[in-house]
């Protein structure tokens, strides 16, 4: 199974300067930009087959990617 990132400035490409501006500006920004990436990098690892935890494991950790994202997309449309 491939897997693939989902970078947020992919996700949102018409936030892509505001992701880059926030990320230097705003710490909570930039803490919760760098767990999404963490999680997404831990997702692809395991889809990549690199890792191959539970399938419950693996639906937590999407879930919490889908709910950063959320997050994350409240913060660009703030601003």
């Known amino acids: 199974m491939f897997g693939e990132h989902h970078r ?5 490409p018409e936030f892509k300067q505001k992701i880059h501006q926030l990320k230097l500006s705003d710490p909570h920004f930039a803490r919760l930009f760098g ?3 963490d999680v997404d ?3 692809y690892r395991i889809e990549e087959e690199i890792e ?6 693996t639906e937590g950790l ?3 990617r889908l709910l950063l994202k959320d997050q994350l997309y409240a ?3 703030q601003v």
């Open 35 to 37: 767990e999404y990436v």
């Open 41 to 43: 990098k831990e997702i």
């Open 52 to 57: 191959t935890p539970s399938d419950g494991y």
């Open 75 to 77: 913060l660009l449309r």
């Open 8 to 12: 947020l400035e992919e996700e949102f």
């Open 62 to 64: 999407k879930k919490k």
